[in-house]
């Protein structure tokens, strides 16, 4: 270790970009757990329906969380490079790529629910719920894939704070309290809604504040 020592600009900067990225690993926990206990107020069943949910957006998630990781990388490169031609390319592209998975799974839940639901060996009850849920949920995937790309290229432009920021939008900050408020309107029905809203929220905040940055960035 002679001769070792820490570099603090750069230490920084891994520090702004690395804490907030850990925190909305945590936040995916701290949503299922506020998420169930709603959930579990109306019976166990729903919150296995949403167990179900959870595991099958996993498939849809990972396709946008790859093709993410490369528009870090990529608008991260080329705003170092200064090519910011490249750099709206690639946004544009990972925007019009992100929406189109998330299209294809909406399509995939919303005219499969039945057959999804039935890997999971559901009752009659759970089978019912569930309908409802997947094909409502099912809508959150377009919304969920443009948040997800907008939250990448902020890391690209080394705005941690502000991918967070998305993140928490989606997961904790505005999907808890309006799956709280809908359920309170429309029963179990709502939970799912609530859902729904937050992610169509986000996404166009999201759009938004990217449209912002860019600007900045005179991208």
Not at 164 to 184: E, K, N, T
Not at 188 to 202: D, M, P, Q, S
Request: proline share 1%; glycine share 10%.
């Amino acid at each position: 270790l002679r001769g070792f020592h820490i570099e603090r600009a750069y230490l920084s900067q891994i520090c702004r970009l690395g804490i907030p990225t850990i925190i909305m690993n945590a936040m995916t926990a701290v949503m299922s757990f506020g998420i169930n206990k709603i959930l579990l107020s109306y019976s166990s069943t729903a919150a296995a329906v949403f167990g179900a949910y959870f595991k099958i957006q996993t498939f849809v998630y990972m396709a946008l969380f790859g093709l993410n990781n490369a528009l870090l990388s990529i608008v991260a490169f080329n705003r170092g490079a200064g090519k910011k031609d490249r750099v709206r390319k690639a946004i544009f592209l990972a925007g019009v790529y992100s929406a189109g998975i998330g299209a294809i799974g909406t399509l995939v839940m919303f005219f499969f629910a039945k057959q999804l639901l039935s890997a999971f060996n559901p009752s009659e009850t759970m089978l019912s719920i569930g309908m409802t849920a997947f094909r409502i949920l099912s809508l959150t995937f377009v919304f969920g894939g443009i948040s997800t790309m907008v939250s990448y290229a902020l890391q690209g432009f080394t705005r941690g704070f502000s991918s967070m920021i998305i993140s928490a939008l989606r997961q904790v900050i505005l999907l808890l309290p309006l799956a709280l408020l809908f359920s309170g309107w429309m029963g179990l029905k709502g939970v799912w809604i609530g859902y729904l809203a937050a992610e169509v929220i986000t996404a166009l905040t999201a759009l938004l504040y990217l449209r912002r940055v860019k600007r900045i960035e005179a991208c």
